[in-house]
């Protein structure tokens, strides 16, 4: 069993900037491919971003080059830097963790563990 908390969600203004993050306890974190979904209301859990246990990262298309996400094994933590916000980034964030290979990175199906979200607000 894995145990994550997010933290570090809140209001910002549009451009402004936010980083999230993610705590792991348990049977740990540097064994597990990590990674951020986020869910909009009425709107599908979308992928974010995820970094492997090795250090792959994968991210989704609409955070390229905005968000940045970072792992420290030492203290079983993830981070999801986000930069350069926009009001569509508003949604809850959950972080996740699962056993999982790169190419498989963006589905949600490959993640066995979840955090109960941050809420991420951005306005215009």
């Known amino acids: 069993q894995v145990q994550l908390v997010e933290s570090g969600g809140g209001l910002v203004q549009a451009g402004g900037s936010l980083r999230l993050s993610c705590a792991a306890s348990?049977?740990?974190?540097?064994?597990?491919?990590m990674g951020w979904f986020r869910q909009a209301p009425g709107k599908e859990r979308d992928f974010v971003a995820a970094?492997?246990?090795?250090?792959?990262?994968y991210y989704g298309d609409s955070v390229k080059g905005r968000f940045t996400i970072s792992r420290d094994n030492d203290k079983d933590t993830m981070y999801l830097q986000m930069d350069r916000l926009r009001p569509e980034d508003t949604a809850v964030y959950y972080c996740?963790?699962?056993?999982?290979?790169?190419?498989?990175?963006?589905?949600?199906?490959?993640?066995?563990?979840w955090g109960q979200g941050t809420q991420v607000t951005v306005s215009s």
């Open positions: 970094i492997g246990r090795n250090g792959n990262i």
């Open positions: 348990g049977r740990t974190g540097s064994t597990y491919t």
């Open positions: 996740a963790a699962g056993i999982t290979t790169y190419q498989y990175y963006a589905y949600r199906g490959s993640y066995d563990y």
